[in-house]
Nanobody, 116 residues
């Protein structure tokens, strides 16, 4: 199984980006797909997932700005990011996990830089 993320780049504050992630090599649909991010010097942070991860608190700073969607038939997950802020700068990683599995598959990461 391989996950390929795309869509990162440089954007000005207040701008938008859409990240996409496609999984290949899977014989069935994933139970959960989502996105993490990691900024330099900071811990990895769960951004969004479908369905939502149990016992996980999502950052309040993301609410209303980021929207996750997925296409189960195509095993793809997307992240629409609006009203981007400099603090959203990070490497964004997509991930996917099968039902009842504790093992996650990861994409290679895509850099998002929010700067004027």
């Amino acid at each position: 199984v391989q996950l390929q993320a795309s869509g990162g780049g440089l954007v000005q504050p207040g701008g938008s980006l859409r990240l996409s992630c496609a999984a290949t090599g899977s014989s069935s649909s994933f139970y959960v797909m989502g996105w993490y991010r990691q900024a330099p010097g900071k811990q990895r942070e769960l951004v969004a997932s479908l369905p939502g991860e149990v016992n996980t608190k999502y950052s309040d700073s993301l609410k209303g700005r980021f929207t996750i969607s997925r296409d189960n038939a195509k095993n793809t997950v997307s992240l629409q990011m609006n009203s981007l802020k400099p603090e959203d700068t990070a490497v964004y990683y997509c991930y996917a996990r099968y039902f009842l599995s504790t093992n996650s598959y990861w994409g290679q990461g895509t850099q998002v830089t929010v700067s004027s």
